[in-house]
């Protein structure tokens, strides 16, 4: 036997190379074992606990999360298999949130290959993991894989709550989303009423809780434009608003306001007194209560010729907002908040359909981006005079119009002085044209709405 190239008894090494490499990873794995032992006994006990991941994650300390989740994985092998389930899907949620999307795909998959070895795959635990497994398969666009992810959680939740339960609401949601990209509408209609028919079977069809799901479909629907159903969901809210707390409890006024912002964007399918009158009805509810609150009243009013102006219904907007503007100063309210409102132009309606050709020019060139500054004055009647450009490194002259254009069709809520209207010149505007996309689109072959990213300045 030999130490070190030494001879001991009747043998003796060859070489002493050997026996260096031998020390050199004895004091390697010396120092392993030391760091292994702080790291495990001398941890504080909050960085072990398997929920100090989850309490990260529930206060969205993403990082924090990530790293009590890889510390306490160190602490666990494969006999640990509860411990490692946990830890990954909560390490896996914190990558997705912090846009880590392949790592948070990795550990969530190997998650569930844990969960196939170890639980019944109906566990209700197992939609988390699939529910964010196929939010990042769609992010990726992988809507197949997403879809598989989502149905399978959506089956365990059907499995363990029944068909109608709310506890899959944010899964159908997901699924109709990934079904309209694959442009199969149907399905995804059918999630949402789904949805809304579990709402009533969990809560009761006249159940206050059923407003919100009544304010989810309606606006689903009128993405969709699917109006009729529109019109029932918030009838329907109204109603159990009403018999429940009277016709002029405050809690309409969420309801009226929506009615109103779904029928002003799509004015083709129902008249514009129905959002109108929603709007007049706010008011109603705010003046009828037994302590009114001027201010509220004030902003009320002004939002009824808001909607006025964005329906270009220029005349009643002007009406309203000169008597609000004069019951306001009669009624002693706060003069800050009369200028908040009306101490400058404000813009409420700029032309939605002007476009332009963006992307290529008629050469196949990339449009580039730019800026263009405009400056403008504002007359009493909430229109634009004296346009011109006093800046513009825009390259192409298309934009240009287009901007004009808009500037010149936009509508403004005028600025008060002494209760009356008065013009405002000196404003300017400031467009950052940004382009969308390397590739562009061909000249002449499709519209898209440039993006714009606006600065208002001006004197009064």
């Not at 043998?11 to 031998?22: A, G, T």
């Not at 790293?67 to 509860?82: G, V």
């Not at 990042?136 to 666009?141: A, C, H, I, R, V």
């Not at 006025?308 to 008597?323: D, F, G, I, P, V």
């Amino acid at each position: 036997m030999t130490h070190c190239g030494r001879r001991i008894g009747a043998v003796r090494l060859p070489s002493r190379r050997p026996c260096v490499q031998l020390m050199r990873f004895a004091t390697t794995a010396a120092q392993g074992l030391v760091a292994a032992f702080f790291l495990f006994h001398w941890m504080p006990a909050t960085s072990a606990n398997p929920s100090n991941c989850q309490d990260h994650l529930d206060n969205e300390r993403y990082e924090e999360a990530i790293r009590a989740s890889t510390l306490a994985l160190l602490r666990t092998d494969e006999r640990s298999a509860p411990v490692r389930y946990s830890q990954l899907v909560c390490r896996g949620i914190a990558q997705s949130k912090l846009g880590l999307t392949q790592e948070a795909i990795k550990d969530l998959r190997e998650s569930l290959r844990i969960a196939a070895r170890h639980y019944d795959p109906f566990e209700p635990h197992l939609t988390k993991p699939l529910l964010a497994l196929g939010r990042l398969y769609q992010s990726e666009g992988d809507l197949e894989e997403a879809e598989l992810a989502l149905l399978r959680a959506k089956d365990i939740t059907h499995r363990n709550a029944g068909v109608y339960n709310v506890e899959q609401d944010q899964m159908l949601d997901d699924l109709a989303e990934i079904f309209l990209q694959q442009k199969r509408a149907m399905l995804a209609d059918r999630q949402q009423e789904l949805r809304l028919t579990s709402a009533r079977e969990t809560y009761g069809a006249s159940s206050v809780e059923m407003v919100k799901a009544l304010h989810n479909y309606a606006i689903w629907n009128a993405d969709r434009q699917s109006f009729p159903k529109v019109r029932r969901a918030l009838d329907e809210a109204v109603t159990i608003l009403e018999s429940r707390f009277g016709p002029n409890d405050y809690r309409l006024i969420d309801t009226l306001k929506l009615r109103a912002r779904l029928y002003k964007l799509h004015p083709t399918i129902v008249t514009p007194k129905t959002g109108a009158d929603a709007m007049l009805r706010v008011v109603d509810i705010i003046a009828s209560q037994k302590e009114v609150d001027e201010g509220d009243l004030l902003k009320a009013r002004t939002d009824v010729g808001d909607y006025y102006l964005q329906r270009l219904e220029s005349r009643k907007a002007r009406r309203t907002y000169n008597k609000t503007v004069r019951v306001a100063q009669e009624s002693n309210v706060d003069p800050a908040l009369i200028e908040q409102l009306y101490g400058s132009p404000t813009l409420i309606f700029m032309d939605p359909e002007r476009r332009v050709f963006f992307g290529r020019d008629e050469n196949d060139q990339p449009l580039p981006p730019g800026v263009l500054v405009v400056r403008y004055a504002v007359s009493a009647k909430g229109k634009t005079r004296s346009i011109r450009v006093v800046e513009n490194s825009v390259g192409s002259p298309e934009v240009v119009d287009d901007v004009l254009g808009r500037i010149e069709t936009a509508e403004f809520r005028p600025r008060f002085r002494d209760g009356k209207a008065v013009a405002t010149t000196g404003l300017q505007q400031r467009f950052d044209i940004i382009q969308t996309g390397t590739g562009g689109l061909t000249m002449g072959t499709m519209y898209k709405p440039i993006r714009v990213a606006t600065t208002v300045s001006g004197r009064k």
